[in-house]
Structures are given as C-alpha cells and as structure tokens.
C-alpha cells in the first residue's frame, strides 16, 4: 500500500524541491527523499552490523551507516556524508507500506528498507545486512 505524506516544499530559483522524511517503526532506519536539483533517496541507520568495510573513494568524512541512490544512479551507493538523516520526528512508516516521491520509491518491511529510483537501482538495508543494486 502506497502512503501519500505531507510535503514540505523548498523555493528554488532553478526549480521547486520537496523533501520527506520518514523512519522505519523501530527507529533504526531514517530515510529521506528529495526532488529537484539534489534528487536521491537516502537512508542512514543508528544500529547495523557493517557490510561494507572500506570507505568509499576519497571518503573523508563518515561513511557506512548512509546509503544513497540519485535520480539517474545506475546503483545504490554507500555515502560519504558530513551530516544526518536521523529526524526522530520524522513520520513512521509502517511495514508492508511504500513512500513514493519523484520517482523514487521506499518500502518498510519488517525486513528492513528499500529505496529504488525509477530505473530499479537502489538499496536494500537491514540492522545484519546492506545491498545496493
């Protein structure tokens, strides 16, 4: 089931950006998705046993708890990333639903989340297991 959420609306001289944020029902995973000039889906977690071991090249801030899929991407990526998409404040969505915004789409399941961008390239993340495709 498909869930349709508040917007919040970025002005833009170049164009208008809506960004959601939303987290999984245990809190562990906190996603975003933006529009616009910066389109992606990400998704960072608090707890998680690492997939990924080495940094993304020339990574030099934080890395291995974010992962991120742009517009056009042909892959999900582990993110290299200065900031944080935990909002505990953000709207919880419950599993069996999907967030659909711009073209990307993430799915909770008890399994853990998934966000793809319209090509079907993205991730999937769970706290023992991370996959981009």
């Known amino acids: ?17 809506e960004f959601l944020q939303f987290q999984s029902p245990t809190g562990n995973i906190h996603c975003y998705i933006a529009t616009g000039d910066y389109a992606e889906a990400r998704c960072d977690m608090i707890d998680l046993t690492p997939t990924f071991t080495r940094p ?10 974010a992962f991120t899929v742009g517009l056009r991407a042909r892959k999900g990526e582990l993110a290299c990333v200065g900031d944080t998409a935990i909002n505990r404040d953000s709207v919880v969505v419950g599993y069996g639903k999907t967030i659909t915004l ?10 853990g989340m998934t966000c793809t961008n319209p090509a079907g390239h993205g991730f999937s993340i769970a706290k023992a297991r991370q996959r981009l495709f």
Do not use: H, I, R, Y
């Not at 349709?4 to 208008?16: F, I, Q, R, W």
């Not at 711009?102 to 399994?111: A, L, N, Q, R, V």
């Open 1 to 17: 089931m498909k869930l349709l959420l508040p917007l919040v609306l970025l002005a833009s001289p170049a164009a208008a950006q």
């Open 102 to 111: 711009g073209g990307f789409d993430c799915s909770s399941e008890k399994t």
């Open 56 to 65: 993304p090249p020339n990574c030099e801030q934080d890395w291995g708890n």
